[in-house]
């Protein structure tokens, strides 16, 4: 089992930024990617962005490139999204996924979920 928790969530103004944490915990996982799904509110969850946990390789949907930046700490087992120029459409709740297809926009692991709030 993998245990994932998310922090770094809250309100802030179009233009602002805000920095997610995902702290993962339990089973090793060298083999799996993580990365970052957000559902708005009457919309379906959408695929952020991922991190292969082996080499790094990022990926991004193309809504968040230029604007969005995944990143990991091996050490900390912490993966990171610093999220710049953000827009109201950004809003959504923000969900931290760890498995083998995460870039699929399959996780096996979930956290409980962090709020982001992008006022106009």
């Known amino acids: 089992q993998v245990q994932l928790v998310e922090s770094g969530g809250g309100l802030v103004q179009a233009g602002g930024s805000l920095r997610l944490s995902c702290a993962a915990s339990?089973?090793?996982?060298?083999?799996?990617?993580m990365g970052w799904f957000r559902q708005a509110p009457g919309k379906e969850r959408e695929f952020v962005t991922a991190?292969?946990?082996?080499?790094?390789?990022?990926y991004y949907a193309d809504s968040v490139k230029g604007r969005f930046t995944i990143s990991r700490d091996i050490f900390k087992n912490t993966v990171y999204l610093q999220m710049n120029s953000l827009k109201p459409e950004d809003t959504a709740v923000y969900y931290c996924?760890?498995?083998?297809?995460?870039?699929?926009?399959?996780?096996?692991?979930w956290g409980q979920g962090t709020q982001v709030t992008v006022s106009s």
């Open positions: 339990g089973r090793t996982f060298n083999r799996y990617a």
């Open positions: 991190i292969s946990w082996s080499d790094g390789s990022k």
């Open positions: 996924a760890a498995g083998t297809e995460v870039v699929a926009g399959k996780g096996d692991y």
